[in-house]
Structure formats: structure tokens, C-alpha cells
């Protein structure tokens, strides 16, 4: 995975890139008819029920508006809410929370529906062993968050993006020749670039599974839409030779089916690209 310091840097690129889109030059609506002297308080009410995300970032976005603005925070990320819940006030310059207001609400109603769906995951595991993980199947330019919004949710976070694990697929193999051989030039890829990358490999049905086994340094095999059966025996085959993962349009009823069989981590790309947001505003008080 990316590190902190990286992923903060992502969250930075978000914000400016927001302000920029949202703002341009300048909130006219607030510069029109509110003085720049006025000082105002504001509430983020919930109007839904879920799991709250994006209360952590609602305050890094506050701060790069205006480094003035004080945010008192009720209810931490994480937390269970529902309707009439009051998570933050924010108080100072009202245009300054007028400015940071779209950003700060976007941005946690999507992250807050994915931590409640990636919760609702991890209840349905529960005793299982398995751990529900997220993909690259994200809005574009908001990454960060999403996943940050997984983690929040109980879920965890699989490779951030393309240079961060290698994750030979099927057009990998195919284009490379074939299951050895893609893993031997990945191998001798890595090794001449001196970079230390995990390799998962993704199997299209156990015989791609057995031959996966005879490559050594293999971190984990991709059980890509396999039946229920064909994922237990699998999951024998492999023991404790390497990880294993199931993908392939999971769904919640059949996501503990698939943990049933053994498998270590199931990823679902539903957890980020298939939410409704959870219902907040911000009203001043």
C-alpha cells in the first residue's frame, strides 16, 4: 500500500483541486451579500441513519478554507448516527464556511454511504475469518477518500493503484503469453527495477490455480468467479502456500457463501461504485 505520507499528499490534491472547481474566482452569491466582516455558526446534521465518514477530512478542508475557523466536533468518524444527530459545528468568517460548505458535504455523504455499505460487509463475515476488501473501481480524483471511507467502515483497503502491487489478470497473462510467463518477467521485472512488490495472480479455474502453485513468491491467487465448490477446493489446494482472495460480482447474498469456503479476503468493487449517499446538510444556528 501507499504510504501515510503519500496518501496524505492525495488528500491535498483533492482539496485544492475541489476548491478550485467550486470556488473559481470567488463565492459571488456570499461576496454579494454577505459583509466580510460577519462571523456565523453552522451545525452538520445528520438526516439519514449509518455509519459517519469524512468528519476527519470535514476539518482539513475547514482549515485550508480559513485557518480561523474553529470545528468542534460531536460524533467521530466511525460512529452509528441517524436522523437529528448534530456531528460538528464549525463557527467563524460565514463566508469562509459558505466556501467550504459543498466540498465538506460531498465529500462525507459519499464517504458516510461507503463506510455504512463496507460495515454492513463486515456484519455479514462476522466469525468467518474473511475480510472484506475494496478495488480500483472508484470515483476518478477521489480515491483517497473512498478508501479512506472502506477503513472507516470496518473494511480494508486493497492496492491503492497501478504502481503500488503488481496484480497479474487475465489480460496480463494473455498478452504476456501465458500464466508462467507473466509471473517470470514480473519477477525478473521487479528484481532489475530493485522494487519490493507483492504479486497476486488471478486463476480462471483450478487448473490456472495449479499452475500458479509451481511459481514460488507468489503474496496471493485471485479466485476470479469461481463456484462455490470449485473456491473450496481451491482453498485446499493452496493451503498455507499463499493468501487467497474471491471477486467476481459478490453481492451480500452470496459474500458469506464465499467466506464459508475458506478464502482469507473477498474484494467487492459495489463497497465504492454502488452507494446512495447518505442524506446531511449544514445549517447555521
Known sequence: MISKEQFQKELALIIENSLREDIGDGDHSSLACIPQTASGRAKLLVKDKGIIAGVDFAKMVFEEVDKSLKVEILIPDGSFVENGDVVLYVSGSSQSILKAERLVLNAMQRMSAIATKTNKYVKLLEGTGAHILDTRKTTPGIRALEKWAVKIGGGENHR??????????????????????????????????????????????????????????????????????????????????????????????????????????????????????????????
Not at 498478452?175 to 519490493?196: E, M, R, V, W
Not at 513468491?217 to 469461481?226: Q, V
Open 160 to 285: 491503492f493503484a497501478l504502481y503500488d502491487m503488481i496484480m497479474l489478470k487475465d489480460n496480463h497473462i494473455d498478452f504476456a503469453g501465458g500464466i508462467t510467463k507473466a509471473i517470470t518477467k514480473t519477477q525478473d521485472y521487479l528484481k532489475s527495477k530493485h522494487k519490493d512488490l507483492k504479486i497476486i495472480v488471478e486463476a480462471r479455474n483450478l487448473n490456472e490455480v495449479q499452475e500458479i502453485l509451481k511459481s514460488k513468491g507468489i503474496h496471493r491467487i485471485l479466485l476470479d468467479n469461481f463456484s462455490y465448490e470449485d473456491t473450496r477446493k481451491a482453498v485446499k489446494l493452496i493451503g498455507n502456500r499463499c493468501q487467497t482472495e474471491s471477486s467476481g460480482g459478490i453481492n451480500e447474498s452470496t459474500l458469506r457463501k464465499y467466506a464459508e469456503c475458506g478464502v482469507d479476503y473477498i474484494s467487492s468493487g459495489a463497497l465504492t461504485h454502488s452507494v446512495y449517499n447518505m442524506d446531511l446538510s449544514l445549517k447555521a444556528v
